[in-house]
């Protein structure tokens, strides 16, 4: 299978490189408008890839595309790409809107071809590990997910503001550990002081039972990638920031008494057990991601990142956005 990258600047590289990495595909070209990201890209690949700089020359060379571009410049060409039947792997969010995400989940659902957006966090070995202990029972009931997604920059973005760049990833975990389900209410506050966009927020997604808090800031002076998924057995704790260890599970919780009988005694008590921090093989996520991408091609299945929990995501983003406006 022959794959060609639309855009090589920031996220691009990561791209490619697992692309050349995969066994299950070709990185067919690399396509980019600026000479200079097509010189970096030949001085890795030299002649084992073809460059150019207008995607058209490869409509009938390839069987997909991955685009990694600004949402306002890949909208279009997704539109375009999906309507000549290439499946298609692109960088979050899918859309700025949840009416372009109908636009292209219909389209790929009309054409019969892959849409698979990179939400590459629930791809993570961690992410799994936690989702097998909700499938299991061992977490028990989800009550509450805290999530902290923080660093000073790298950058600071000029077409979208901190919760659209970051907090995406953590909302892709939720739907993912929530089975798609649907918020009861959102809400969402900011602070924009060096431009147009907000550089933090603080996200409040209420589902059935379960209700999630996300912090996302550009403005941290440290770096933070943690989430406490809280069930009524355990409770786990990622930190992503971690070399090693990253996940802590707390056999900690509160347990419901009916002894009422002495004067102190509460219907709530406290339980405190063991702490396991359980070895998990390191991944490369954005490998996983691909490479399901490509399954899904193969199998003609259904990716578990694409059109529908795309959409599910742009429409807490959008309803956040409304709140955090006022």
Known sequence: MNIALIGYGYWGPNIAKNLNRTKKAN????????ENNLNRARKLYGDSVKYVKDYQELIGEVDAFAI????????????????KKKHLFMEKPLATST???????????????????????????????????????????????????????????????????????????????????????????????????????????????????????WISPFKERRMIIAGTKKMAIFDDVQMDEKLTICDKGI??????????????????????????????????SIEHFIDCINEGKESISGYKQARRLISILEQAHLSMKG
């Open 27 to 34: 990185l067919y070209a690399i396509c980019d408008l600026d």
């Open 68 to 83: 990694a571009l600004r949402q306002n410049a890949s909208y279009p060409i997704a539109m375009d790409l999906l309507k």
């Open 99 to 217: 009416e372009q995400a109908d636009t292209l989940g219909k389209l790929s659902e009309q054409y019969n071809v892959i849409l698979h957006v990179d939400h590459i966090m629930v791809f993570h070995p961690i992410i799994r590990y936690i989702k097998r202990m909700i499938e299991t029972g061992e977490l028990g009931d989800l009550l509450y997910c805290d999530i902290s997604r923080m660093n000073l920059g790298p950058h600071i973005k000029n077409d979208i503001n901190a919760m659209w760049d970051l907090a995406v990833h953590d909302l892709a975990v939720l739907d993912y550990l929530c089975d798609g389900m649907e918020p009861k209410r959102v809400s969402a506050a900011g602070l924009a002081h060096y431009g147009n966009r907000e550089e933090l927020t603080y996200l409040t997604v209420e589902y059935d039972k379960v209700i999630a808090s996300v912090r996302s800031s």
């Open 255 to 288: 347990d419901i008494s009916s002894d009422f009988n002495e004067y102190g005694k509460y219907e709530a008590r406290v339980r405190l057990g063991d702490l396991i921090m359980p070895h998990i093989e390191q991944e490369d996520i954005l490998l996983n």
